[in-house]
């Protein structure tokens, strides 16, 4: 049952409606500790269930976790770091991550996530970029760290090296009381690289104010009830998973679910089943790859699921029909960045009919379309993305931290996407600015011949890219990964193109198909097509 209608809501909405639910204010400032833990402290309620590989599962309570990071806290203080101060964590998905996280939170510092999966000089650039003072790490990790100049100090978990601080140790030797230092509603708390798919990483220090944004997010959107068991599969090592998988749900006084485990449909079965997940957050990877492992999950399973959510990349109508048919709920598309967390989504709270499978702005926000005059387009247009910053309350991106980049024109931020407009207030996403392909003098966007090749049952994802002509300017080409039982022939890809050309247009389908064995990714699975495009032209 959905509680209002999503336009009602949305005019009627102001931030004061958020700041109610909170301990600070906008005027005040927040402690985000405080906000999604110590709160809940006295409830009783669990606050982390974490699923080891090789350590036994375990459940932490807010108290717990109160207690952690009240620790934690004194030994940052103990060091001399506090407000402002960049603490990097370079570890699993485990407990000793999320009391870096709170602690750090609580200290008044910044928290700087670290991808696991990231190299030495991936990690050396963060590093130095934001002059951090600390980073915590585990004996899987540490090496990462021996070649990076200029390393802050390290406290390790396990597997510390001369000179390293040792986590159980240190944590031990503090109070378990610590006054939460609260900041500014501008302030930064987390420190935040985009995920540098074209050029270097830019950083993103996001401020305190964002949590009424993310507790938006959470409540109509994803729709996290009181006795929701939530899920979302998305690493905190990035912001998807910071945002939503720790503050988010904490923020209202939910559990969260860190699993050790990599990605794979059976984990990823198990975990819904021993957890009874009935809320479930994942990249659109995780239910392609879901998809196209069908047969893990026995066709008389009922897995109890209430909602699914996905962000990061656009779902296919064959994805949405297979969620619904197979995991036996919604699933339902919703738009973000690292710069503005969510945005744009389909609200399972709010009752709407949306058109675009973005959905509609989240309230607190007015999104719009632009053309190349930075002008908004009307009703069928065609423009880059953007956020009208002067209507929306809970926008809280403040530029890139270094100035890396200028992202705004006048009152709008630009998103660098491309979307259809509505004209009802709904978005459908079309591609990153650089990846639309002008061929003809047409204009198409990749997402939607990717998402019409995913429906050809031979097909587990590809890749569509612009690759330079003579005479059309571009042609469309697409690469493929199929599933194991097909083969790459040539009348496979020839019923491609016609499937292509029968579900868009003429104009639409790719001109030249390669078969191959996994496409370029991020670390967080969207797909690099600027890798894609460079291989193109290498071809011409």
């Known amino acids: 049952m959905r509680e209002a209608d999503y336009q009602t809501f949305y005019d009627r909405f102001t931030p004061s409606q958020v700041e109610q639910q909170l301990v600070g204010n906008l005027n005040d400032g927040f402690n985000v500790c405080e906000e999604i833990c110590d709160r809940w402290a006295d409830s009783g309620r669990i606050g982390l269930v974490y699923e080891g590989i090789e350590r036994p599962a375990q459940e932490m309570t807010f108290a717990e976790l109160k207690e952690a990071s009240a620790r934690f806290a004194n030994y940052l203080t103990s060091k001399g770091i506090g407000r402002g101060d960049r603490v990097a964590a370079l570890l699993p998905r485990t407990p000793e991550l999320m009391v870096v996280i709170l602690g750090t939170f609580k200290a008044g510092a910044v928290y700087q996530p670290l991808f696991t999966a990231y190299g030495s000089g991936a ?70 690289f985009t995920s540098g798919t074209v050029g270097k990483a830019k950083g993103v220090a996001v401020p305190t104010r964002a949590i009424l944004s993310f507790y938006v997010y959470m409540r109509y959107a994803i729709d996290l009830r009181v006795d929701d068991n939530y899920w979302n599969v998305a690493d905190p090592g990035w912001a998807y998973g910071l945002y939503y998988a720790v503050v988010g749900p904490m923020l209202l006084g939910n559990k969260t679910h860190f699993n050790e485990h990599s990605f794979t449909p059976e984990s990823t079965y198990q975990m819904i089943r021993k957890y009874n997940i009935t809320n479930l957050a994942a990249a659109p990877t995780a239910y392609r790859l879901l998809m196209a492992h069908d047969q893990a999950l026995d066709d008389s399973e009922s897995l109890g699921l209430r909602v699914a959510n996905s962000a990061g990349e656009p779902l296919s109508p064959e994805v949405i029909h297979w969620a619904k048919r197979r995991l036996g709920c919604p699933v339902i598309d919703q738009y973000g960045q690292t710069e503005t ?181 991020t670390q967080s699975g969207k797909i690099q097509r600027f890798i894609l495009r460079n291989q193109a032209r290498e071809e011409v």
């Open 123 to 192: 990690i050396e650039y963060r590093l130095v970029t934001a002059s951090t003072r600390l980073v915590v790490t585990d004996h899987v990790y540490r090496s990462k760290l021996s070649g990076v100049k200029r390393c802050p100090p390290v406290l390790a978990v396990s597997g510390a090296l001369a000179g390293d601080d040792d986590f159980s140790s240190v944590l031990a030797a503090q109070s378990p009381s610590f006054d939460p230092v609260r900041l500014t509603a501008d302030e930064p708390f987390i420190q935040m």
């Open 341 to 521: 967390a969510m945005t744009c989504c389909n609200h399972h709270a709010l009752a709407h009919d949306s058109v675009g499978s973005m959905g509609l702005p989240l309230p607190g926000h007015r999104v719009v379309a632009l053309n190349r005059d930075f002008e908004e387009v009307s009703e069928g247009g065609i423009g880059q993305l953007a956020v009208d910053m002067d209507a929306s309350p809970l926008f809280f991106f403040q530029g890139y931290t270094w100035g890396e980049k200028n992202p705004f024109k006048g009152k709008y931020y630009l998103t660098g996407d491309v979307a259809v407009s509505h004209g009802d207030g709904s978005f459908s996403f079309v591609g990153r600015n650089d990846d639309i392909i002008s061929t003809a003098g047409y204009r198409v966007g990749p997402a939607d011949v990717e998402s019409a090749l995913l429906e050809h049952p031979a097909v587990a994802e590809s890749g569509v890219v612009g690759k330079p002509d003579s005479s059309r300017g571009a042609i469309i080409k697409a690469y493929v990964v199929i599933k194991p039982e097909y083969d790459p022939t040539i009348e496979l890809a020839e019923a491609l193109k016609q499937l292509v050309r029968e579900r868009l247009s003429a104009h639409a389908f790719p001109r030249e198909i390669a078969f191959v064995d996994e496409l370029p990714k």
